[in-house]
């Protein structure tokens, strides 16, 4: 504890006697200074005993020492000493009357304690404190680091918790709560993954300070608010994860050295595991291409506990990519930061973060830079998390997703091949997620929507559509007709409502002008998917006045 006003009355060498503010001598006490000016505001800085002797003071006026007593309280002063026996007998009683209206603690100070004994007093506490302070620290960094090496993080916030008499939660890099002590603080910790997304929308290290009302009292606020502290893990510029301590006041400077250490042990943790992760991804890539090459048994064997049951359930196979990757090569394209958060890290993370959540098993792997393969199990978290993920990227379109039908080990590579399908459509059709199923349930025709379709039905069409624009025949409905009854004369003339011998007649035209035969069932599948392709007439050229 810091010195206070009563600890130094309490002082058996100094015989110092309360005049006034007794209520008040429980105040800390920053520092003490002498000062005989009119004024000495100005050179305050705000919790210090201010020790005179009132040599240019007229401490008998009362209107002066009332403006006076004013004056050092909103300064921030916390307590004044009167020299006794100098410049005055006792303490005049204008004073004693301001110091009690003001709430300042008055202290008599007798003639033979020099103001050098109360300050070297003040000195000494606070030497004394700092030093009390500096030893916690070092036995709460023992017992951190004990807990960290032999428990692992939730044991460390068990004992960081408790030294600062309060809460602590920890947040992995996505923002979710990995760990919390004690259990109630959870719920806590839960609410703000707002302050935290904020935090991590800054260049690491970054710190906060929150103040709400917490979800459970403890002794140290009682069950008022209570005051959070948020602090980023890392050592690069993006955050890994997060800390939150919750405290009913700010911390002391015991309790700072406790959270620096808690920081700087859980920052050693996150490194660590950002080595394991690239150690099990270099494993996983090699899991990954058994499977795909045919050999599941070899994969099991590989993979070990590590991904054994999610080899042994039913999973999907996703490929995503940077939705940048799909666009054409731009001139003066700056290079991406790696710092500045990958689209693919961060959907990494966001399900790395679901499946620890979870408790699931999960296998990503990156694929050049450029994509990310990954097996989750199939109904699981991840792929929950996978399906939201793509839902809030969708405007901003940051990855593409393909997502392949539920598929087991012996089948992985058909699976592969069922993402990179779906990853091709959403590509097409700037969609952040597309799964197989929709593929196989819904019609090929959508499909074919892209540029290079539009431009064969184009190309196949266009002459009978110049042939109808110029008003000599209708033979792109005709042909529409004919295709949609299987080539049944009588019912595609109803259909039009001509004879069947003019249907015949434009079908030959349909054969001359395109140059092919609509016996060949090839050119009929051909023309009917450009038909479908091209629901509405291409535009054509005017025709020429010349």
């Known amino acids: 504890m810091p010195p206070t006003l009563a600890s130094l009355v309490q002082h058996s060498a100094l015989n110092l006697t309360v005049r006034a503010g007794e209520d008040r001598l429980q105040t800390p006490v920053r520092w003490v200074h002498a000062s005989e000016l009119a004024d000495p505001v100005p050179y305050m800085e705000g919790g210090e005993l201010l020790l ?52 300042l603690p008055l202290l008599g100070v007798p003639r033979r304690t020099p103001f050098l004994a109360i300050s070297k007093a003040v000195s000494a506490a606070l030497a004394a404190d700092q030093y009390r302070a500096v030893t916690a620290g070092f036995e709460a960094q023992r017992e951190l680091t004990s807990a960290a090496l032999v428990e692992g993080p939730a044991a460390l916030l068990a004992r960081l918790a408790a030294h600062v008499d309060g809460w602590a939660a920890l947040y992995d890099a996505s923002g979710a709560v990995v760990a919390a002590a004690p259990e109630w603080a959870a719920r806590r910790a839960a609410r703000l993954t707002g302050e935290v997304e904020r935090l991590r929308e800054r260049p690491a290290p970054a710190s906060a300070v929150v103040g709400a009302a917490g979800d459970a009292p403890h002794e140290a606020s009682g069950g008022a608010e209570d005051r959070v502290e948020l602090q980023s893990l890392g050592t690069g510029r993006r955050m890994r994860g997060a800390l939150a301590v919750g405290t009913g006041a700010a911390l002391g400077t015991a309790e700072r050295y406790a959270v620096h250490s808690a920081i700087a042990l859980l920052t050693l943790t996150t490194e660590r595991s950002r080595a394991l992760q690239a150690a099990e991804q270099r494993l996983g890539s090699a899991v990954l291409r058994m499977l795909l090459s045919g050999h599941p048994d ?175 025949g209708d033979l792109v409905a005709s042909l529409r007709a004919w295709l949609s009854r299987h080539g049944q004369w009588d019912a595609a003339a109803a259909d039009l409502g001509v004879h069947r011998h003019t249907l015949r007649y434009r079908m030959r035209r349909v054969e001359e002008i395109l140059g092919r035969s609509l016996d060949d069932p090839d050119v009929r599948m051909e023309l009917w998917l450009a038909l479908k392709t091209t629901a509405s007439p291409l535009p054509v050229p005017a025709p020429s006045t010349e």
């Open 52 to 103: 005179i002797t009132a040599t240019t003071l007229d401490a008998g006026d009362p209107e002066a020492m009332r403006r006076y007593v004013r004056r050092l309280v909103g300064a921030g002063v916390v307590g004044l000493g009167f020299a006794v026996g100098v410049n005055y007998k006792d303490v005049p009683e204008a004073l004693v009357e301001a110091a009690r209206e003001a709430g």
């Open 298 to 472: 070899h994969a099991r064997a590989v993979a070990g506990d590590l991904y054994g049951g999610l080899l042994d359930a039913p999973f999907r196979l996703l490929v995503a990519e940077s939705a940048e990757s799909a666009k054409p090569a731009k001139q003066s394209t700056p290079v991406p930061d790696p710092e500045a958060g990958h689209p693919l890290q961060l959907l990494t993370e966001a399900l790395e973060a679901a499946a620890a959540r979870a408790g699931e098993a999960l296998l990503a792997v990156p694929d050049g830079g450029e994509r990310l393969i990954v097996l989750a199990v199939d109904g699981g978290a991840v792929v929950t998390a996978c399906e939201g993920y793509a839902r809030r990227e969708a405007e901003d379109a940051g990855v593409v997703i393909g997502l392949s039908a539920p598929t087991g080990p012996i089948a992985a590579a058909g699976a592969y091949k069922q993402a990179e399908q779906a990853l091709s459509v959403a590509r097409r059709r700037g969609r952040a997620l597309v799964e197989h199923e929709e593929l196989a349930a819904g019609s090929i025709l959508p499909l074919l929507a892209d540029d290079a379709v539009r431009a064969f039905a184009d190309g196949m069409l266009r002459a009978l559509y110049e042939h109808d624009a110029k008003g000599r």
